[in-house]
């Protein structure tokens, strides 16, 4: 079998195995919602497009390639940040090919190859076509737009390898943070010790002789290129492989027995259980911590900074910093408990008592960045009574509607392998759906009561809203663990065919 032939036959593999997911039919509606707001950030990208090229036509400082390549660096990096929103964590299916008589690189370099050629990468074409029709074509011909499109393609391709490495180093450890951070530095360091024009100087006279298909240009970005490949080839394998055959060394952790939730009886067992899930996992930890770090540095940059002043930023962080946790960690509940759903359903209530525990857990949770966000009530941004709606809003319909996917997960997710574990093959996209929905829809619903009535009424009227979901809060638990347990059946086969 020739090495194209046997990542064709791998890759038939992939598809196989993402159609007989549990959740291919519910991703089959969330798909078509996806590709629907992908459409409308093809638009969004087409109109910067057209703004950029208004202005390139103006500049007399830079031809209309060297303008584009001038901004290439933040591009890539909304490129790269952009990818955690979109693109699924690094996950491969190695295992059932360990003990095969094929290189031990196959399933690796066919993972990374389908990385390369996703058609993901070409969402940018919309945006740079559209730019050197309206500038390059006409000014510097056809041979040059052809380099601008092409060039920039490769380096977003370079860049969908760095985010490749990036996020499975930090899979195995947050600390690799630092390593994005240290290079996004030295990227931006002309800048930060001289002069914007010197930045932009570098990067569009780069660019341009890369369009302009200069050799040694060209020569150094296939050879990037190349070394992110086998870069990626040699790490992805070294941690897919340890991770398979059980090479990592596990340190025993002494965790707490957290006697104090005792008082609270069977309610009080299951509350230790949330507890120290998140403590003894390795996914469900680092779940946890992105979302504390994410919560924290945002709340800082709110409190302490002039970024994010307009109003509908006001009304998007405020919304994403509470509803954070639960976008992260509570729109999965159910699949951790997938690896031991047997257990669960040995006695008939024990289901409504975590689902209970989780609501507690995660509405306490809500605390944290209320406090962080006070320091913006001292300086004017927002009031007590704007941060109070808001945590009484997530609470309420928020966690009710993140609660609902108890009954639609039915994909077990590994508690401590992350590459080469069943559950991280696919992308939940229901999920994504949801994640978007309790993020945007209470943006829509602040500004519609805004333009209705002042902030304070508007405010009133979503505190409301959260304490009458708070208040029947039995009522709507009582009922999704009724509608979980129509379906029990279904759901622990899919379970058990998950782990």
Not at 241 to 268: D, M, P
Not at 352 to 372: E, I, M, N
Request: proline residues 3%; charged residues 15%.
């Amino acid at each position: 079998m020739t090495r194209l032939q046997l990542y064709r036959l791998l890759r038939q593999h992939i598809v196989l195995s993402e159609k007989r997911s549990v959740a291919f039919e519910q991703n089959k509606v969330a798909k078509f919602i996806m590709y629907l707001m992908s459409s409308f950030v093809i638009i969004y990208m087409m109109f910067i497009s057209v703004g950029l090229a208004l202005i390139a036509n103006t500049s007399d400082s830079y031809t209309q390639c060297e303008f584009f390549f001038g901004l290439l660096p933040f591009f890539l990096v909304a490129d790269f940040f952009f990818r955690f929103l979109g693109q699924q964590t690094p996950a491969q299916l190695i295992k059932p090919y360990l003990l095969l008589p094929i290189g031990k690189y196959a399933c690796v370099e066919c993972f990374i190859i389908s990385s390369i050629l996703t058609p993901n990468n070409l969402i940018w074409l919309t945006m740079t076509i559209l730019y050197v029709i309206m500038t390059t074509l006409f000014s510097e011909g056809l041979l040059v737009s052809l380099g601008v499109v092409l060039v920039f393609q490769l380096l977003v391709i370079i860049n969908s390898q760095w985010y490749m490495l990036v996020r499975t180093l930090i899979n195995h450890s947050i600390l690799y943070w630092l390593l994005p951070a240290a290079v996004y530095a030295v990227g931006f360091m002309p800048w930060i010790v001289d002069k914007f024009d010197t930045f932009f100087d570098i990067y569009s006279y780069s660019g341009s002789a890369c369009a302009h298909f200069n050799p040694i240009a060209l020569l150094i970005v296939f050879a990037v290129l190349g070394a992110f490949f086998l870069v990626n080839r040699r790490v992805q394998y070294i941690f897919t492989y340890n991770e398979s055959v059980g090479a990592e060394k596990e340190n025993i952790k002494t965790v707490s027995s957290f006697s104090f939730l005792e008082r609270f009886g069977e309610q009080g067992e299951y509350l230790k259980l949330e507890v120290k899930s998140i403590f003894r996992n390795k996914n469900m930890r680092k779940s946890f911590i992105f979302g504390t770090c994410f919560v924290l540095i945002l709340s800082l940059l709110i409190s302490f900074t002039d970024l994010y002043q307009d109003e509908f930023s006001k009304k998007f962080w405020i919304v994403y910093n509470f509803v954070l946790y639960g976008a992260m960690l509570l729109v999965k509940i159910m699949s951790a408990e997938g690896n031991y759903i047997d257990g669960l359903m040995v006695h008939k209530e024990n289901i409504v008592s975590l689902l209970k525990a989780k609501y507690f857990f995660y509405s306490a949770l809500l605390l944290f960045p209320f406090l962080l966000m006070l320091p913006t009530v001292f300086m004017g941004k927002y009031t007590i009574l704007s941060l109070l709606s808001m945590m009484i809003f997530t609470a309420g319909p928020v966690y009710f509607l993140l609660m609902q996917m108890a009954i639609y997960n039915r994909q077990t997710i590994p508690l401590n392998s992350k590459f080469v574990s069943k559950g991280n093959i696919e992308t939940n996209y229901f999920q994504i759906v949801v994640e978007l929905v309790v993020m945007f829809v209470p943006v829509i619903l602040i500004s519609v009561l805004m333009a209705i009535f002042d902030e304070t009424i508007a405010y009133i009227c979503l505190m409301v809203i959260g304490l009458g979901f708070i208040l029947t809060y039995k009522i709507w638990i009582r009922n999704i663990y009724d509608r979980f347990m129509q379906r029990r059946y279904k759901n622990m086969e899919s379970f058990r065919a998950t782990r």
